[in-house]
């Protein structure tokens, strides 16, 4: 099957040509070149995502996962972390199990990666909107267990708290990435985490200590090491373009977009729940009670647009949201467009709107999208 493209982003570089999928599998490239101006790019993949069209992960039905699969490929994420917030251990631990049990379902939507603990072990002064009584200090059994209750893919965690340090080895003995967030640690307490093994920080400037010039935190550090990828929220609220170039500039390569989507995405205005916290969707934000924000409503290609708004190339901006993650994983198959790869594809328009999703060469049904 020819895909009608005028050129695609292929191993992270623009190849002008059509494309030719068989069999699930990207079969040629650099064909002759259709008329017009759609592209394809690989599938995005997303390590941060709480909730979509209504349903929070935390609590939703192996029936309701399907349903948040096929909403985001529809949007052209076609493969996603599901997260979850700091959360009573038991609740986290069952909805570990739930999503184990949901990932074994056959579904034509995006590809269910591990999940992504963003929390509990959390620094106080940086918690958000994560629930405080559920807050805890490192406990090696604790994270046993959970990890125990089903694939974790990814933890995030404040790597200054007293005991990190063991919880850091625990994770990189289980082969999970340790991402450093919601954390107050001043530059040398981040580049010891570096030090240690920590590789990623969940969204970039929020929840964390910054760039003060004579005092720098853990958003200094990640940008000067070499060694992590940064993470950011592209929906045009939580980072300004400023900070997007500049993360953009400092970290070439490194840098990957997440949504932290939550159940409002995809949804009208109205009130909404956050791992059971009370959070409303209103004029493209989420806010919880306090009127801080809490988690977003944009899917991953928005993030792309605003970085290309931003001033930023656009196959930079298709890696932030496609290689780079996946590198981060060491998932294979998922956020690349290669000769012999699988076809998780998605076919842009001029605006960068998605016209065509396809799911391992199937056609998704594309005529009901959030965007």
């Given amino acids: 099957m020819r895909l009608g493209v005028s050129g695609a982003v292929v191993d992270g570089a623009w190849c002008p040509g059509d494309v030719e999928v068989t069999g699930g599998r990207v079969a040629a490239v650099g064909l002759p070149p259709a008329r017009g101006g759609v592209i394809a790019v690989p599938g995005l993949v997303d390590l941060l995502c709480h909730g979509y069209a209504g349903i929070d992960l935390a609590t939703a039905s192996v029936e309701e996962v399907a349903v948040v699969r096929d909403a ?3 949007d052209g994420t076609t493969a996603l972390c599901p997260a979850l917030l700091t959360d009573d251990p038991g609740r986290t631990a069952a909805a570990l199990g ?23 072990f959390l620094a106080p002064a ?11 200090d490192p406990d090696v059994a604790l994270l046993t267990r959970l990890l125990d209750a089903g694939r974790v893919d990814v933890v995030t965690l404040a790597p200054e708290l007293p005991g990190a340090d063991a919880l850091v080895a625990l994770l990189r003995a289980r082969g999970v990435v340790v991402s450093a967030g919601h954390s107050d640690a001043d530059a040398a307490a981040a580049h010891a985490a ?13 929840a964390m ?23 950011l929220i592209g929906d045009g609220h939580h980072v300004a373009p400023e900070m997007l170039r500049l993360a953009a500039a400092a970290a070439p390569g490194r840098w990957a977009l997440v949504t932290d989507a939550t159940a409002a995405t995809g949804m009208p205005d109205g009130p909404f729940r956050l791992s059971g916290v009370p959070v409303t969707l209103a004029g493209g934000t989420v806010r919880n009670a306090a009127g801080g924000l809490a988690g977003a409503a944009a899917p991953l290609l928005r993030g792309v647009r605003t970085l ?43 605006t960068l709107s998605v016209t065509r999703v396809l799911v391992d060469g199937r056609v998704m049904d594309a005529t009901t999208t959030t965007e």
């Fill in 72 to 74: 985001a490929a529809r």
């Fill in 98 to 120: 739930r999503l184990d049990v949901a990932r074994t379902r056959t579904s034509g939507g995006a590809h269910l990666l591990g999940a992504h603990l963003e929390g509990p």
């Fill in 126 to 136: 940086r918690i958000g909107t994560h629930p405080p009584e559920h807050r805890r």
């Fill in 308 to 350: 290309v708004d931003a001033g930023v190339g656009l196959v930079e901006a298709i890696g932030a949201a496609t290689t780079v993650p996946a590198r981060l994983l060491g998932a294979r198959d998922v956020g690349c467009l290669t000769p012999g790869g699988a076809a998780d594809l998605v076919l842009l328009d001029e």
């Fill in 194 to 206: 570096v030090d240690r093994g920590v590789t990623a920080v969940t969204h970039l400037f929020n």
């Fill in 209 to 231: 200590s910054g760039l003060a010039h004579r005092a720098p935190g853990l958003a200094a550090v990640a940008l000067t090491r070499p060694e992590v990828v940064v993470t």
